[in-house]
């Protein structure tokens, strides 16, 4: 299985990244998948998450009102629209996939995209 993350890039606060996750090799409609980043010098955290039908979402407190996962079947992708990004936003963000729920365990992670906020 692949996962290809894509999207990422550098834009000042205030502005607004979309991010894909291409998944190839699994049957995608399957699987709860998940966002997650990690900042230079800190563990890695979770963003989000989408369930297998895109009918549940979560999202962590440090995102929420301001992130939305998406994802397309049809497609085999999964989206994190970022809007109103902040400095601490700066990260590595990996998509993942689990054959349970969002709540993992994962089983597949893509490459990482890196996101930069500069101020």
């Known amino acids: 299985v692949q996962l290809q993350a894509s999207g990422g890039g550098l834009v000042q606060a205030g502005g607004s990244l979309r991010l894909s996750c291409a998944v190839s090799?699994?049957?995608?409609?399957?699987?709860?998948m998940g966002w997650f980043r990690q900042a230079l010098g800190k563990e890695r955290e979770s963003v989000g998450g989408i369930n297998w039908s895109g009918g549940r979402t979560y999202y962590s407190d440090s995102v929420k009102g301001r992130f939305t996962i998406s994802r397309d079947n049809a497609k085999n992708t999964v989206y994190l629209q970022m809007n109103s990004l902040k400095t601490e936003d700066t990260a590595v963000y990996y998509c993942?996939?689990?054959?349970?729920?969002?709540?993992?365990?994962?089983?597949?992670w893509g490459q990482g995209t890196q996101v930069t906020v500069s101020s």
């Open positions: 993942a996939m689990s054959r349970g729920s969002t709540s993992g365990p994962y089983d597949y």
């Open positions: 090799g699994r049957t995608f409609s399957s699987y709860a």
